[in-house]
């Protein structure tokens, strides 16, 4: 059964840092793998998504990497941001459905 | 327009209560998905629907009815519930042709069972 792991579980950075989420999975059968950013009671917004084919995603000040066969991912932030204050979700895709990380909670200070 | 709604957005029941969640898309996906999500917890798969068929269902209690009445809509019918089945219960769609498709979710409904 996969097993996604995400490290750490929480994060506090002052304003204008840059940070790497961690994000591993147990099996490498997948089709793809997600970055969601969740507000606190909120839904979940997609960030990128990184097929297995691909090693990295970009999207504004947002870069994910895959490394599919080591089981890892990776979220680079640049230049952090209060409104960068969410919970980050990596879930990967198999061919039931999506497989969710329990998530690291992101704190940026003003 | 890439929005999946759901409704109602906060919702409370007695354990004897009969009530429905609903979700729609009209992105003109065929697979749509109920997920369970607790505080502090990822969400958890329920139940997919592909081409409004059932395709997946994560053992969930029969307390539990989904039901996809056409391509657009998906419900979730709540009978005799317990506390500890309150949580958000997300919505998502994607295109089930592709295994590479992202998926999309609504913003939840969160629910209280007293």
């Known amino acids: 059964k996969q097993e996604v792991t995400q490290i750490p579980a929480a994060l506090s950075v002052p304003e204008g840092e840059n940070l790497v989420l961690n994000c591993s999975f147990t099996d490498s059968a997948i089709y793809n793998l997600q970055w969601f950013r969740q507000d606190p009671g909120k839904g979940l917004t997609s960030l990128l998504l990184i097929q297995s084919s691909q090693r990295e995603q970009t999207s504004g000040r947002l870069n994910a990497s895959l490394d599919k066969s080591s089981g890892r991912s990776t979220l680079y932030i640049a230049a952090s941001q209060p409104g960068d204050s969410a919970t980050y979700l990596c879930a990967v895709k198999e061919w039931r459905a999506l497989t969710f990380g329990s998530g690291t909670r992101l704190q940026v200070q003003p | ?114």
């Open chain 2, 1 to 114: 327009d890439t929005e999946v709604t759901q409704t109602p957005k906060h919702l409370v029941m007695g354990m004897t209560n009969k009530k429905s969640l609903k979700c729609e898309q009209h992105m003109g996906h065929r697979a749509m998905y109920w997920y369970k999500q607790k505080a502090k917890k990822p969400p958890e798969l329920m139940f997919v629907y592909s081409y409004e068929k059932l395709s997946i269902n994560e053992s969930v209690p029969s307390r539990f009815s989904p039901e996809c009445p056409n391509s657009s809509l998906l419900n979730l019918h709540l009978h005799a519930l317990q506390p500890e089945d309150s949580a958000l219960y997300l919505c998502a769609s994607s295109h089930p042709l592709s295994n590479s498709d992202t998926q999309y979710f609504g913003p939840g409904t969160r629910l209280t069972v007293l």
